[in-house]
């Protein structure tokens, strides 16, 4: 016999059994929608209103969805569109946090960041690539 749900948050884990749950991309997806419902308050823009609306229902779909796999290729698509973005702006942290000790230029081979102390003002300076080793002359 099926034992009977006791409380809220049992209740709850049977009712997500076998569904997908709440991911990155849910998390996402409501964080814009949010986001817009927030603007459609402004004058003008209250088309905008339904949209965030159904992109808070659709990853609230998401999470109850069943067909686990179509979701987990879903939000791979996801992970690796965002990695790219997600690579850049630690890469802009990391340099705004070390303006005052590092360089960092961009290589003209294979486009990496390189970073090195940062030399006096006014000065040319041999960069080597430490991944494609490739030289290349820069001015501080
Ligand atoms: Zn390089």
Redesign the pocket.
Same mark, same amino acid.
């Given at each position: 016999m099926r034992k009977r749900f006791s409380n809220f948050g049992d209740r709850l884990s049977g009712f997500m059994q076998g569904r997908y749950g709440y991911d990155e991309l849910s998390r996402f997806m409501s964080a814009i929608g949010i986001i817009i419902m927030v603007i459609s308050l402004f004058p003008h823009l209250h088309f905008l209103y339904t949209i965030g609306f159904a992109l808070l229902i659709l990853s609230l779909l998401r999470s109850l969805s069943r067909n686990i796999y179509k979701r987990q290729m879903e939000r791979n698509k996801y992970l690796s569109l965002r990695s790219k973005p997600v690579q850049k702006i630690r890469i802009y942290k990391k340099m705004w946090r070390e303006r005052k000790t590092h360089e960092y230029y961009k /290589?003209?081979?294979?486009?990496?960041y390189?970073r090195i102390t940062k030399p006096g003002k006014g000065r040319r300076i041999m960069v080597t /690539?430490?991944? /494609?080793?490739?030289s290349f002359e820069e001015r501080t």
């Amino acid at each position: 016999m099926r034992k009977r749900f006791s409380n809220f948050g049992d209740r709850l884990s049977g009712f997500m059994q076998g569904r997908y749950g709440y991911d990155e991309l849910s998390r996402f997806m409501s964080a814009i929608g949010i986001i817009i419902m927030v603007i459609s308050l402004f004058p003008h823009l209250h088309f905008l209103y339904t949209i965030g609306f159904a992109l808070l229902i659709l990853s609230l779909l998401r999470s109850l969805s069943r067909n686990i796999y179509k979701r987990q290729m879903e939000r791979n698509k996801y992970l690796s569109l965002r990695s790219k973005p997600v690579q850049k702006i630690r890469i802009y942290k990391k340099m705004w946090r070390e303006r005052k000790t590092h360089e960092y230029y961009k /290589c003209p081979g294979c486009k990496a960041y390189v970073r090195i102390t940062k030399p006096g003002k006014g000065r040319r300076i041999m960069v080597t /690539c430490p991944k /494609c080793r490739q030289s290349f002359e820069e001015r501080t």
